[in-house]
């Protein structure tokens, strides 16, 4: 297992922390690019594309800086893609579960892979497809390239809400179902296969994962110019065999003579970016329960929905703890509090914590790891304002990229 990604982290403090908006998103540039080098070098070594998807990391002010180290990105639906193509460039793949008309005739614009969840959906757009093409040959353009998402019928996901392989998922083709779809339409147009299996898994999930879809798959594969495999590869957490990873890489390409594609998005923030709030009362019901700005619900709802705990970094009264210390479960240290939210849910609940000191109206925290899947999924409930989004340079100077306003609010909701 190579040791590239486990390289201790550098931190870079802000130079005057106490000025920081709370609540706010900062990402960290110094380890943000630690991560898109790390990839990068994965797509030298092994020969494969890497692409950002969109869904998990979409902080596009950081795209000039992404798009020196990556080769594209992946986007789930129309706003993606034009993120993708107006910010990024570079190559762009679009899969959405189903597409619209009005949104195809758009896609078609600005797409380079088009990935389809259905036969059905293939042969609804596959005119237009050709029509496009047409118009991009006449002018010396690269065609779009076709694919399907396929389902191998495996999955080492949990919980189920993230397993898109589980009976009854809506997401990829199974093979029954694609086995009578190439029997009456043919794959003349079809340039690839694609599937996404994994979710915060090590290479050796997709070691396994591989075997069943060339089961299922395999007699395909030879047609086609590549695969996708898809996002959920954890290939910047610090005990991510890459060399596994770029091992099953290079064979498959060896063994079946296609282009691989990677579409991470979580890997890509990871680690790279906090959360930072403030203590603005400090009740007590049988227990000493800290209310921040910073809400699970409306901020960082997979605290929820998985359910997990983030981690903690603290500073009292700005004091910066230069050790990079982490906050324990309650109990650990002599002064414990519970953290909500400020909404009117009742299990607006962060988590338990306990601190060598006790804490203080005022004091900031903050939550580690929190620039990937939050920033896209967070929202106004109870009109709670959205963090700040700004970004921590090398040097140390805090750059605000927005500050959201009533305004914000209120359009969002008219």
């Known amino acids: 297992m190579s040791n590239q990604n486990t390289k201790s982290l550098t931190h ?4 005057n922390f106490a000025s920081l908006p709370s609540p706010c998103y900062v990402l960290e540039e110094s380890k943000f690019k630690q991560n898109l080098q790390l990839l990068q070098s994965v797509e030298q070594r092994s020969g494969a594309k890497i692409l950002l998807a969109l869904k998990g990391y979409a902080l596009w002010r950081s795209f000039n800086i992404a798009k020196t180290y990556l080769s594209g990105i992946t986007a789930s639906g129309i706003y993606e893609a034009r993120l993708g193509y107006e910010e990024f460039g570079k190559e762009i793949t679009t899969f959405s579960p189903s597409y619209k008309q009005e949104e195809m005739q758009e896609l078609v614009q600005i797409s380079n892979h088009i990935i389809f969840n259905s036969f059905t959906q293939w042969q609804t757009f596959k005119e237009m497809i050709e029509s496009q093409n047409q118009l991009r040959e006449r002018k010396g353009q690269s065609k779009i390239e076709v694919g399907l998402r396929v389902n191998p019928k495996y ?3 949990t919980p189920e809400i993230y397993n898109p392989c589980v009976q009854g998922s809506r997401l990829g083709i199974t093979p029954e179902e694609f086995k009578k779809g190439a029997k009456k339409f043919g794959l003349e147009g079809i340039s690839g296969l694609h599937f996404h299996t994994h979710c915060e898994q090590n290479s050796d999930a997709l070691k396994r994962t591989l075997k069943h879809f060339v089961a299922h798959f395999g007699e395909y594969i030879p047609q086609m110019r590549w695969i ?3 996002g959920g590869h954890h290939i910047t957490r610090k005990d991510y ?6 091992k099953i890489i290079r064979n498959f390409k060896s063994k079946f003579k296609t282009e691989v594609y990677l579409e991470p998005g979580e890997a890509i923030g990871w680690q790279c970016g906090f959360l930072i709030g403030s203590v603005i009362d400090i009740v007590r019901n049988g227990m000493d329960i ?5 809400s699970a619900a409306a901020h960082m709802p997979d605290c929820l929905e998985m359910p997990y705990r983030p981690m903690v970094r603290n500073s009292f009264k700005a004091k910066i703890i230069k050790k990079h210390s982490k906050l324990k479960l309650k109990g650990e240290k002599p002064y414990a509090y519970r953290f909500g ?3 009117c849910l009742a299990g607006d609940i962060i988590g338990d914590y306990s601190f060598k000191e006790p804490l203080q109206i005022g004091d900031k925290i903050i939550f580690e790891d929190m620039v990937h899947y939050t920033i896209v999924k967070n929202n106004t409930f109870n009109g709670i304002p959205l963090p700040c989004i700004g970004m921590l340079h ?20 008219s």
């Open 290 to 294: 800290a209310i921040l700005d910073v």
């Open 241 to 246: 065999n890459v060399e596994l990873l770029i």
């Open 394 to 413: 090398e040097n140390g100077e805090f750059e605000l990229f927005k500050e959201f306003s009533y305004e914000d609010y209120k359009h969002r909701n």
């Open 155 to 157: 999955s080492e996901v």
């Open 12 to 15: 870079h403090y802000p130079k």
């Open 341 to 343: 939210g400020p909404t």
């Open 228 to 230: 996708n495999f898809g």
